[in-house]
């Protein structure tokens, strides 16, 4: 199925981040009172009285010292950023969760309530985390219940727990291969302060009947509706439409020009025209990203497996060298990794390598991997395009098919917005609950925090220019 | 170390404790599920304890309302809900509505992260290393 909509992959991720942040700052009038309730007994969590060496700006000398001190600069980022004249209160623990060797839960956090047509709601009927609600109204809604539930994992880099990849509890960035606690903080806290619908994005069903104010800013740009306009089933196939699901609030729409990269990388199939059409694109980590005007070139794929399939782990025969000689060579994903896919390719010639994903779902993801031997683009198309390309290049000849393609950006869109620039946010297929809908597309260059993956180049930022967090909450009220 | 926004407190643990055992059914005592032996009550446990009876004898329970639109009820939500006099209508939201952070280390080494949504989803995300789609550095193949 030919996607019509600009692709987008993180092939600019270089772009200016280091640059904006001497700019990056919380307004000057901000300001919020967050209030950390130690949820762990004498002895553990936070009262681990572990002896440990300050480390990159945490000057806490215990355990637990150094994990209430990165709790505190993750709130404190926020309470600067946020005006309420209500605290937040967040109930907070470090204990053990569930983990193996090789996976953990680090950690989960979230509104412990939402609250509906208080006093000056801006809309009604409509479902606001509480933090929101008591900053709306002014006051404390639910004085015995805090805002936020948040609690992380104790055993975390220990020996069967994601052995030997702990927090680090520095605030300084410097995380290295270690996972970064504040930032992993400000992410989870930002769920809580409402970056999330609670509408069911399987069902389509809303929160115990009413919408989340969340909804009333996701536009789906193919039928051109809001969520809060449309039926069950209508949303839960928006949630399903990758790349075509856009936040429209203002606050947002006005920082994404300075927070988002220009240049949104594509396929552009020319002829013929039953295929013609632009097809969504994940970008590789290898060889030199997309430019303009790009690669063109005819299409002929590999073929050196049963199926039709050609995963070009090997050096290609001289039928496939010879078919993909000057041209953008299609081959399969499987067995060996992309970039030596896209070595033999160019090996034989080719001048661009199309990767088709051998698993269904979407948005295509980026190609990993590393040769800096690799000179030619590549990107990975989804399955569903890779078959639709294969049955155009059916008729094809020895050396020839008809199907004429571009590899190339578009230099008037931002990568991870939409033609209006209206940021998309992640609607993968097939849903993936908890990532899909409440985060930003991962297109987005340069990364963002609230993206599904916590990526490793984010800065301590939740404004713009450098993030777009704090204006999705202005949208919605803060 | 001073945060200007922030306080830190510690949970009203006790406070919660001594609050909330009038349950009907008696005194609620909780096991460590490791040595057998009695524990103190979490934070978490008393948060629920005091939530139940403050919903029970100061708010008024009902069933979750249905809207009068087309859409139907989520029913698999199971949260309570609170009405307040001023109108205002509050939904205390349960563990499945947490947001939670899943790490995943490959065979390189790498670790991709995802969010996913409530505790039952996570177990089943630790269960899967197939799942890094969204890990942009990742050397899959």
């Known amino acids: ?478 | 170390m001073t945060f200007e926004h922030v306080r830190v407190v510690n949970a009203p643990i006790a406070a919660s404790s001594a609050a909330a055992p009038a349950q009907s059914q008696g005194l609620r005592a909780y096991i460590d599920q490791n040595s057998k032996r009695l524990r103190e009550q979490t934070p978490d446990e008393a948060h629920q304890v005091a939530t139940e009876r403050r919903v029970r004898m100061q708010v008024s329970r009902v069933p979750m309302a249905r809207s009068a639109s087309a859409n139907a009820v989520d029913d698999s939500v199971g949260p309570q809900m609170i009405y307040g006099a001023d109108g205002s209508v509050g939904l205390l939201l349960d563990e499945e509505s947490m947001v939670y952070q899943v790490a995943h280390k490959d065979a390189n080494g790498d670790v991709g992260q995802q969010c996913v949504n409530g505790k039952t989803e996570a177990a089943k995300a630790l269960q899967s290393n197939t799942d890094s789609k969204h890990d942009e550095v990742r050397h899959d193949r």
């Not at chain 1, 089933?233 to 729409?253: H, I, K, P």
């Open chain 1, 1 to 478: 199925m030919i996607a019509n909509h600009r692709s987008i992959a993180s092939a600019l991720s270089a772009c200016g981040a280091a640059l904006l942040l001497t700019v990056a700052s919380a307004p000057t009038y901000a300001a919020a009172t967050i209030i950390i309730q130690n949820g762990n007994a004498a002895g553990v969590g936070f009262n681990d009285p572990t002896p440990a060496a300050p480390v990159g700006g945490n000057t806490g000398v215990t355990l637990g010292q150094q994990r209430l001190n990165a709790f505190q600069a993750a709130a404190n980022t926020w309470g600067a950023t946020l005006t309420s004249t209500a605290n937040v209160t967040i109930l907070a623990t470090f204990e053990p969760l569930t983990c193996t060797a090789t996976s953990a839960v680090l950690g989960s956090a979230g509104a412990i309530s939402v609250f509906r047509d208080f006093p000056g709601a801006p809309f009604p009927n409509t479902w606001y985390s509480s933090a929101l609600a008591n900053k709306l109204v002014g006051a404390d809604l639910d004085t015995s219940t805090p805002e936020i539930r948040a609690r992380f994992n104790s055993n975390l880099g220990l020996t069967g727990c994601l052995t030997g990849v702990p927090f680090y509890l520095g605030l300084d960035n410097a995380h290295g291969p270690a996972i970064d606690l504040v930032t992993v903080l400000l992410h989870e806290f930002g769920h809580g302060f409402g970056f999330q619908t609670f509408t069911n994005g399987t069902s389509g069903a809303y929160l115990a009947g009413f919408p989340s104010v969340y909804d009333n800013y996701l536009l789906d740009t193919t039928v051109n509706k809001l969520w809060v306009n449309m039926t069950n089933a209508e949303r839960a196939t928006s949630a399903l439409n990758s790349r075509r699901l856009v936040w429209t609030g203002a606050n947002v729409g006005a920082a994404v020009p300075n927070a988002l990269a220009l240049g949104t990388p594509f396929l552009s199939v020319t002829t013929p025209a039953s295929v013609a059409g632009q097809y969504l694109v994940g970008t590789a980590s290898f060889g030199p990203p997309l430019a303009t005007p790009g690669v063109t070139g005819e299409i002929m794929p590999v073929v050196d497996s049963a199926g039709s399939i050609g995963l070009a782990c090997t050096p290609l025969s001289a039928l496939n060298a010879a078919a993909v000689n000057g041209k953008l060579a299609v081959v399969d994903r499987g067995t060996c990794t992309f970039n030596v896919k896209a070595k033999f390719a160019q090996d034989a010639g080719a001048i661009g390598v199309i990767v088709v994903d051998n698993v269904a779902g979407g948005p295509p993801a980026g190609l990993g991997g590393a040769d800096p031997t690799v000179t030619i683009p590549s990107v990975r198309i989804t399955l569903a395009d890779g078959t639709t390309l294969k049955n155009a290049l059916r008729t094809r000849s020895r050396l020839h098919s008809g199907v004429f393609a571009t590899l190339a950006v578009d230099m008037t869109t931002r990568s991870g917005a939409d033609g209006a620039g209206r940021p998309m946010v992640f609607t993968p297929n097939p849903f993936q609950s908890g990532s899909s809908v409440s985060h930003w597309d991962t297109s987005a260059t340069p990364n963002l925090l609230m993206e599904p993956a916590i990526n490793v180049d984010l800065t301590h930022t939740v404004v713009p220019p450098v993030d777009l967090t704090f204006s999705l909450l202005q949208d919605e009220g803060w």
